[in-house]
């Protein structure tokens, strides 16, 4: 199963890149003998601002993908039940799944709305880059979980 996170910008260079390119690498090398994989990360520019603009500018990215919009409304996971949802989901035979990461005002509730399932990371906001840096880390733990590596500790 194929793994991409897609947001709306682009990370300047920063060490948030860094870490995101570092847990996406890891996640796509621990992941090959699990199948799944590899992990990408797609930035989307939209050519007008707002909301819908930008769903628009995502929807291509998202066909024949099974989709998880990461929204402040959306349920918190723990590291291993986020890592057992990816299993099932791979188990099931869904070919790609893809995380949803909006723009500065978060995605057009459309979008939330035709996404099958909504992941927040707490009640907390947070910067872009941060966001997709927890993100790549918790798709890299979920891949270690599910292989058995000692890199998560209950």
């Known amino acids: 199963m194929k793994i991409a996170i897609v947001a709306i910008g682009r990370l300047a260079r ?3 890149t860094e870490l ?3 847990y996406v690498e890891r996640a796509t090398n621990a992941g090959r003998s699990l199948g799944l994989g590899p992990v990408e990360v797609v930035e989307v520019e939209s050519r007008k601002s707002g909301k819908a603009a930008e769903a628009e500018a995502l929807r291509p990215h998202l ?3 099974h989709v998880i919009a990461c929204d402040e409304r959306g ?3 723990t590291s291993r ?3 057992d949802e990816i299993g099932t989901l791979r188990d099931r035979g869904v070919r790609r799944l893809v995380f949803l990461i ?3 005002d978060g995605l057009d509730p459309a979008l939330v709305g035709e ?3 909504k992941l927040a990371f707490g009640p907390q906001t947070w910067p872009h880059a941060l966001a997709r840096a927890m993100l790549a ?4 733990r979920a891949v270690s979980i599910l292989a058995g590596s000692p890199y998560h500790r209950d």
């Open 81 to 83: 039940r986020f890592a």
């Open 102 to 104: 909006g723009g500065a």
């Open 115 to 117: 996404a099958h399932g």
């Open 14 to 16: 920063s060490p948030e």
């Open 63 to 65: 066909a024949d993908a």
């Open 137 to 140: 880390e918790q798709v890299y």
């Open 75 to 77: 349920a918190a996971r």
């Open 20 to 22: 995101v390119k570092t």
